[in-house]
């Protein structure tokens, strides 16, 4: 009886986030994007990412300048790590028109790559995808990003409140605290038989913030606990979404200023 009712506080509480926000969920874009993962052999991690630092982070700010691209980020793990991906391109595309453009592009050089570092590459995951939510505040000189890919649970609905209500209040305290650089949500445009349907990239100032992060998430989570709202959601969250193995990653190319 007990469990019943807390999931009745949680499905009232995301009604509510939900029936508030609707207007301005109606009124925002959602960025058409392609997720794209990397693996290689260990022993190919040095000169793939070599490759990428120096070629195709130069090839990406060229399609950014010819429209092909409405924003670019490609990041590389920091480790060595069986299953993991090695390199992820996050493509923005402005438009349905954009992407054909890109289409073009994948038809000669799979994955946007020049054959060097296809080579290096033993296979890439594809996944296209939409970002349904952002911010970006100030500058990073040596940002840190963990990447954090989840199941959701419920219907994307549901899950957009979920967001709203319980997860991106948190990042705006790790924001205000001065250890969050910026944030991307996303999630699967065609989910099914995928590994994840919502990812979060979460860009961190640099390692030190990076240390800081149990420490700050810890502190903003008691504040948010005193809004009985917040709380019925965080009591509840193993409901909404189940999380995946996450990646620590360096940005080695974006069109964010830095």
Same mark, same amino acid.
């Given at each position: 009886?007990?469990? $019943?009712?807390?999931?009745?506080?949680?499905?009232? %509480?995301?009604?509510?986030?939900?029936?508030? %926000?609707?207007?301005?969920?109606?009124?925002?874009?959602?960025?058409?994007?392609?997720?794209?993962?990397?693996? +290689?052999?260990?022993?190919?991690?040095?000169?793939?990412?070599?490759?990428?630092?120096?070629?195709?982070?130069? /090839?990406?700010?060229?399609?950014? +300048?010819?429209?092909?691209?409405?924003?670019?980020?490609?990041? $590389?793990?920091?480790?060595?790590?069986?299953?993991?991906?090695?390199?992820?391109?996050?493509?923005? $595309?402005?438009?349905? +028109?954009?992407?054909? /453009?890109?289409?073009? #592009?994948?038809?000669?050089?799979?994955?946007?790559?020049?054959? !060097?570092?296809? !080579?290096?590459?033993?296979?890439?995951?594809?996944?296209? %995808?939409? /970002? #349904?939510? *952002?911010?970006?505040?100030?500058?990073?000189?040596?940002?840190?990003?963990?990447?954090?890919?989840?199941?959701?649970?419920?219907?994307?609905? =549901?899950?957009?409140?979920?967001?709203?209500?319980?997860?991106?209040?948190? $990042?705006?305290?790790?924001?205000? =605290?001065?250890?969050?650089?910026?944030?991307?949500?996303?999630?699967?445009?065609?989910?099914?038989? /995928?590994?994840? *349907?919502?990812?979060?990239?979460?860009?961190?100032?640099?390692? +030190?913030?990076?240390?800081?992060?149990?420490?700050?998430?810890?502190? #903003?989570?008691?504040?948010?606990?005193?809004?009985? !709202?917040?709380?019925?959601?965080?009591? *509840?969250?193993?409901?909404?979404?189940? =999380?995946? #193995?996450?990646?620590?990653?360096?940005?080695?190319?974006?069109? =964010?200023?830095?």
């Amino acid at each position: 009886m007990a469990a $019943f009712t807390r999931l009745i506080h949680i499905w009232f %509480a995301l009604a509510l986030i939900a029936g508030c %926000a609707a207007p301005a969920l109606a009124a925002e874009r959602k960025d058409t994007s392609l997720i794209i993962a990397l693996y +290689a052999k260990p022993a190919d991690r040095v000169a793939l990412r070599n490759l990428l630092e120096h070629g195709q982070a130069d /090839r990406l700010r060229r399609w950014k +300048a010819d429209g092909v691209l409405a924003g670019y980020r490609l990041i $590389f793990t920091r480790y060595a790590d069986t299953g993991m991906w090695d390199a992820m391109e996050q493509l923005t $595309f402005a438009d349905d +028109a954009a992407l054909a /453009r890109w289409n073009a #592009v994948e038809r000669q050089a799979p994955a946007g790559l020049d054959t !060097a570092a296809l !080579a290096l590459v033993t296979s890439i995951e594809t996944t296209p %995808a939409m /970002r #349904v939510r *952002n911010d970006t505040a100030g500058a990073a000189q040596n940002p840190v990003m963990l990447v954090i890919p989840y199941q959701a649970l419920v219907p994307p609905g =549901e899950y957009l409140g979920y967001l709203d209500g319980y997860t991106i209040p948190q $990042f705006r305290g790790w924001m205000e =605290e001065g250890v969050l650089q910026s944030y991307d949500i996303l999630t699967s445009a065609y989910p099914a038989g /995928r590994a994840w *349907n919502a990812m979060i990239m979460l860009n961190y100032r640099d390692d +030190a913030a990076l240390a800081r992060r149990d420490t700050v998430v810890s502190r #903003v989570r008691a504040r948010l606990a005193l809004d009985p !709202a917040w709380k019925a959601i965080s009591d *509840n969250k193993k409901a909404i979404r189940s =999380e995946r #193995v996450l990646a620590i990653a360096d940005q080695i190319a974006s069109d =964010e200023p830095r």
